[in-house]
């Protein structure tokens, strides 16, 4: 009889040490997975609280939006209405996962298989995460954002700071690189180029050049669109990139922090096209060394019931007409696609031999899986993998609401012969976040003429953007760019819907 | 593999984007705290609580887009085939706005402490006038013992912690007793037998050589008093509440002028260190008490007003010079006051309590819903609006309701001009 490694539900560190050993253990031997380093830190509910207002990272600059999250969470924590996550867990090497105190110890043990392995793994095999981010780099460089924003706000003065940084944040969204072609991040060399900037702006600083007589003003008309174009590398969907290298005004602490702002936010860009994945990765593995800690007699009966609530009630999947339905869940449809692998892989019907000639009948379950997570994002792992079974069993189907359509929404596909392609398809789209954000880019710049700046938004399936939020943004892109900004939505015909004028407000201007 | 105990970690990351984020939403919150402080206790007020800013004024734009034609997949199917038509009002689209729904802005809830909420509470209040705000903000410093220390100017020498170390050190090491030499001697003195007697002297001594060594006090006994600098605060305010409890005032209007009391004393204590409040209650004579008396004592009979002033002035004298306190009175009444007293009331008031007050306010209370308390002036209002007129730094309000307490509060002490004050009604 192998040793159980707790009783009861209390835990110690010595515990929480043989818990994460014996985990190792399963998805080291039994799964093949491959980890950064864990770290694992113990925290207060409070502490738990501190860490969602800054997106869950250990340390971030100052600014009032975190303190807003911070006052919502904690008042809808306080009335109950929400629960705290389990746990937290950052993407960086040594992998960070935050455990709350009071979880029980079948809980740290979920928790402990769920953070510290299953995305652990993910984050250190998938490509998206490989290709867009620094694990090794993003604690040092956010403390470097911290202190740079501090020294900002001694220098310039908070109000300066704040703008600039309220103007970075409404673009954060539209701050990121989506193709990749440049190579990765390396936050640490980035750091110290800033470093480097600083100092060589110091040094060739020469008053003397002020001084210099400027002559009369080329012609600029000689400068042809297309080159012009060229110059600026337009059209140029990355914001944030753009007013960085092309805003004529701003001052070069100011560019620093549209580059740690989007730095960030490219950070973050690979979660928000994983979450399915991502979730469904750490669901499985956690799932998978539990059962294997409970067969091999390492935890009761009554710890693995325990467990089978906690993840039964976060696989749960209200139907579309359930009053808690609010789209699909990512740990529900994550980890059934995981399964239906499983599946595929070692017991495939003819239907799957049919949709999945690669892998049914395989038999090697991890290898198929390790490799399904290196290399997919949400869109195309549902686009690749849901099953038609899985599409029966949860008896999914496709609406078109068309707003012309007088009849109501209709019905386009269900999950028949007919319709599987067709929901699968759908269903992918929905996880591309290259299509749910909106398409806008930098089309061009009046250089010669009052320097506006043009933007295009391609309309997709005629959802234009609220107006009022638009323009508030447009302020505060006006606000950066110091001249008028214009932003023109046109249709898959290049037929302008509306157009956008902002001017900057005066005060950035004077600045 | 790291597991780190974090829990002892300094929580309260957020705090300081906590604190931006107030400032930020100032006035959005002030706004808010006023609104809700006008539909509680006074009590519950001052607990702080949760107050809800309209999300708008907060709001983080992005670019986002809306409208147009949706496609969606959802789970749980039962009877649709392809082709069917979901009605939009019913599931399905419950996205789509209905009547009433419009686009109004989610409100914002949260909590603020205690101290944050009296803080935007008050923020905008300023005690009116005067010479003396000057001291108010000014502290000297105080000298105050703090314990003992081993270095200091002899004058501080506390023997009788220096001789009771010393003992103890003494007693530790065994220092022979002046007793015992002498004992020791006189057996000397008395002793016959030679080799007993030297035996006898060498130890003698031994004892004079150790009580040489270990000294009757030494410098490491020695303690001085240790005195420490303390910012004393010269600010000090003192309150009277004045309040006529004879047998036309009810518990409603009772209730009111406590709440004005209530709120004249946060006020106070956030401006000063030391606030003293005096209960004054009078019927057709004055008698200061505490508080329970002041607002639950049971009193009744005629009105004297001038009672009440007279003994505010005798208190003032005694207790609370003009030149050292800062004095503010609030008197509550229901406006009677017998007509032979008004004369003697405007006296005291011009020539006795007004020259020392830094601010008197009348408050008049009526009853709830109290619409013959408008038709005509009191015969007190009609006094003091006449004093006003000529100049006395006076203010007056008139409360029927108990959520017209902060607002009235509010208004006696808004910040503004000294001028404006003067000259406002």
């Known amino acids: ?511 | 593999m790291h597991i780190i105990d974090r829990r002892l970690n300094p929580g309260g990351k957020s705090l300081e984007n906590r604190q931006r984020f107030l400032r930020r939403a100032k006035s959005l919150v002030q706004g808010a705290v006023k609104k809700t402080s006008q539909e509680r206790d006074i009590k519950d007020v001052l607990e702080g609580g949760e107050v809800t800013i309209p999300l708008d004024g907060m709001h983080e734009p992005r670019f986002r887009r809306e409208g147009g034609t949706r496609d969606m997949v959802l789970p749980g199917n039962k009877k649709f085939v392809e082709g069917d038509y979901l009605q939009r009002s019913g599931q399905g689209s419950a996205k789509d706005s209905g009547p009433g729904e419009g686009d109004s802005e989610d409100a914002f809830r949260f909590v603020l402490s205690r101290d944050e909420f009296v803080d935007l509470f008050l923020d905008d209040l300023e005690l009116p006038d005067l010479a003396k705000r000057k001291i108010a903000q000014t502290e000297s410093e105080g000298i105050q013992r703090a314990g003992y220390t081993t270095s200091g100017s002899p004058s501080n020498i506390s023997v009788s912690r220096t001789v009771r170390r010393a003992m103890a050190r003494r007693i530790a090491l065994k220092r022979p007793s002046k007793d015992e030499i002498e004992e020791l001697e006189a057996a000397i003195a008395a002793c016959t037998d030679e080799d007993e007697r030297s035996l006898m002297l060498a130890q003698l001594e031994k004892l004079k050589a150790k009580s040489k060594r270990i000294p009757f006090i030494d410098p490491i006994d020695i303690r001085y008093r240790r005195f420490e600098t303390v910012p004393k605060p010269v600010a000090q305010a003192v309150m009277f509440c004045l309040m006529d409890v004879s047998g036309s005032m009810s518990e409603h209007m009772k209730d009111l002028a406590k709440r004005f009391y209530m709120l004249l004393y946060v006020f106070l204590k956030r401006r000063y260190k030391h606030v003293e409040i005096v209960f004054i209650r009078h019927t057709d004579r004055a008698e200061e008490v505490d508080e329970q008396t002041f607002f639950y004592g049971p009193a009744s009979g005629g009105t004297l007003v001038s009672s009440a002033l007279q003994a505010m002035h005798e208190i003032v004298r005694e207790r609370f010079s003009p030149a050292d306190w800062n004095i503010y009175a609030a008197q509550a009444s229901d406006g009677d006051n017998s007509y032979s007293d008004g004369e003697l009331t405007g006296m005291l008031l011009t020539d006795k309590i007004l020259p020392v007050c830094q601010f008197f306010a009348y408050l008049e209370v009526g009853e709830s819903g109290g619409s013959a308390f408008d038709l005509s002036d009191s015969s007190l209002w009609t006094l003091y609006e006449r004093l006003r007129n000529g100049g006395a730094p006076l203010s007056m309000r008139k409360v029927s309701e108990r959520s017209e307490i902060f607002p009235v509060f509010h208004d006696l002490f808004q910040r503004r001009e000294t001028a404006q004050e003067k000259a406002a009604p």
């Open chain 1, 1 to 511: 009889m192998t040793e159980r490694l707790f009783e009861g539900a209390d835990w110690d560190f010595h515990t929480l040490q043989r818990i994460t050993d014996a985990c190792e253990e399963v998805a080291k031997n039994d799964l093949g997975l491959d980890v950064y380093p864990n770290q694992i830190e113990v925290i207060t509910a409070e502490q738990m609280l501190d860490a969602y207002s800054s997106v869950g990272m250990p340390l971030f600059y100052k600014h009032w939006s975190f303190g807003k999250q911070f006052a919502y969470h904690e008042a809808s924590y306080r009335k109950g209405l929400m629960g705290l996550a389990y746990e937290i867990v950052i993407n960086s090497s040594p992998c960070i996962s935050y455990l709350m105190e009071e979880n029980t110890a079948t809980m740290q043990t979920l928790v402990i298989a769920h953070a510290a392995f299953g995305h652990n793994h993910f984050f250190k095999n998938n490509y998206l995460f490989k290709q867009w981010t620094d694990a090794d780099g993003i604690l040092d460089y956010l403390d470097f954002a911290k202190t740079y924003v501090m020294q900002c706000e001694e220098r310039y003065g908070r109000t300066e700071v704040e703008r600039t940084l309220d103007a970075a944040h409404a673009l954060m969204s539209h701050g990121i690189d989506r193709y990749p072609g440049k190579k990765k991040l390396d936050l640490r060399a980035e750091e110290k180029r800033a470093g480097r900037r600083r100092q060589h702006e110091e040094e060739v600083f020469n008053d003397l050049w002020r001084t210099v007589p400027k002559g009369a003003a080329k012609s600029k008309s000689t400068l042809s669109l297309e080159r012009r174009r060229k110059l600026l590398g337009l059209p140029q969907e990355n914001l944030l990139y753009f007013l960085e290298k092309s805003a004529p005004r701003l001052a070069p602490w100011q560019r620093e922090l549209l580059r740690i702002v989007r730095h960030i936010a490219q950070y973050f860009y690979p979660q928000s096209q994983t979450k399915v994945m991502n979730e469904g990765t750490a669901t499985y593995v956690h799932y998978r060394i539990m059962t294997k800690l409970h067969q091999t007699g390492r935890i009761t009966d009554g710890n693995f019931l325990e467990f089978l609530q906690s993840h039964t009630n976060v696989v749960f999947q209200p139907e579309f007409d359930d009053r808690r339905f609010s789209g699909f869940n990512p740990y529900a449809i994550g980890f059934a696609m995981m399964q239906d692998i499983e599946r595929i892989v070692t017991r495939p019907e003819d239907e799957d031999r049919e949709w999945f000639p690669d892998i049914a009948g395989k038999n090697d379950v991890m290898g198929v899986l390790r490799d399904v997570w290196a290399n997919y994002r949400d869109e195309s792992f549902i686009a690749q993998f849901l099953s038609p079974k899985l599409m029966r069993q949860l008896r999914m189907f496709h609406l078109h609401d068309d707003p012309e359509e007088r009849a109501g929404i209709r019905v386009d596909a269900i999950h028949d012969e007919r319709g599987f392609r067709r929901v699968r398809r759908e269903l992918a789209r929905q996880h591309d976040v290259g299509y749910i954000d909106a398409n806008i880019e930098v089309v061009d710049v009046d250089l010669s003429g009052d320097r506006r700046l043009i933007l295009h938004h391609h309309v997709i399936k005629g959802a234009q953007l609220n107006e009022t939020d638009a323009k508030r943004v447009l302020q505060h892109l006006a606000d950066l760019w110091t001249y008028d900004v214009s932003l023109i939505e046109v249709d898959a015909n290049d037929k302008v819907l509306r157009e956008y004028v902002v001017s900057p407000r005066p005060i950035t201007a004077a600045a």
